[in-house]
């Protein structure tokens, strides 16, 4: 089975701009999540979807957005970047979204950085 | 709201000995605790997990402690290896909703 795939891995974007990322979950999977992921503040949740739909939010301004399609790929777009945006970005999956019957199984994520 | 905490930034220790990572939470309603290791430029993979219901769990030299009364969890790793020099991220979740700490580096000297 392939694993989570997110592209691009790197990309350089300037204050202003928009930043749209990808991530393809692993085959059968129905749950994506994505997580952000800087220095001292750990891998902090933006959102989660399941069969197309938002089911959890973290606290992250509105800038920050996603959706995900049919065949569970998931993108998620940030607009208006902040310097304070540049970070990794992790997208998991995992089969049911219910944690309690496995774990995430995580992408390798795609590093942003804001000029 | 950081609801799942991790204060020790980084960990030394032998090769052998014992490594004890720790984690508190703050909401009484997590049900479910994980810990995932992270090496540099690949994502999280899962190590280990344990149930509310339960307070130990064991995998090989990975063992996690749940405290409930003290939402204190932590991860014990016996003997040490080199190969485990990582970053442990302890996590908590409440059905789909999973919050992750701020991660220990851990370093196993040779």
């Known amino acids: 089975k392939a694993g989570v795939t997110q592209t691009p891995r790197y990309l350089i974007k300037t204050r202003g701009q928009q930043v749209t990322l990808s991530c393809s979950p692993i085959s059968g999977h129905r749950s994506v999540s994505w997580y952000q992921q800087t220095p001292g503040q750990g891998l902090q949740f933006l959102f989660e979807?399941?069969?197309?739909?938002?089911?959890n939010k973290g606290n992250f301004p509105g800038r920050f957005s996603g959706r995900q399609f049919s065949n569970s790929r998931s993108e998620m777009n940030v607009s208006t970047l902040e310097l304070g945006d540049s970070a990794l970005y992790l997208c998991?999956?995992?089969?049911?979204?219910?944690?309690?019957?496995?774990?995430?199984?995580f992408g390798e994520g795609s590093r942003l950085t804001v000029l | 709201d950081q609801q799942v905490k991790q204060n020790s930034p980084s960990l030394s220790v032998q090769e052998g000995r014992i490594s004890i990572l720790n984690c508190d939470y703050t909401n009484s309603m997590f049900d479910y605790f994980l810990w995932y290791k992270k090496y540099p430029a690949e994502g999280p993979t899962f190590l280990i997990s344990i149930s509310s219901i339960k307070d130990k769990n064991e995998d090989g030299r990975f063992t996690v402690f749940l405290n409930k009364s003290a939402k204190h969890l932590s991860l014990h790793i016996v003997p040490s290896q080199p190969g485990d020099s990582a970053v442990y991220f302890c996590a908590a979740s409440i059905r789909a909703d999973m919050r992750f700490g701020a991660g220990t580096r851990l370093t196993v000297k040779p």
């Open positions: 998991a999956s995992s089969e049911s979204g219910t944690p309690n019957t496995g774990e995430l199984f």
């Open positions: 979807y399941f069969s197309e739909t938002q089911r």
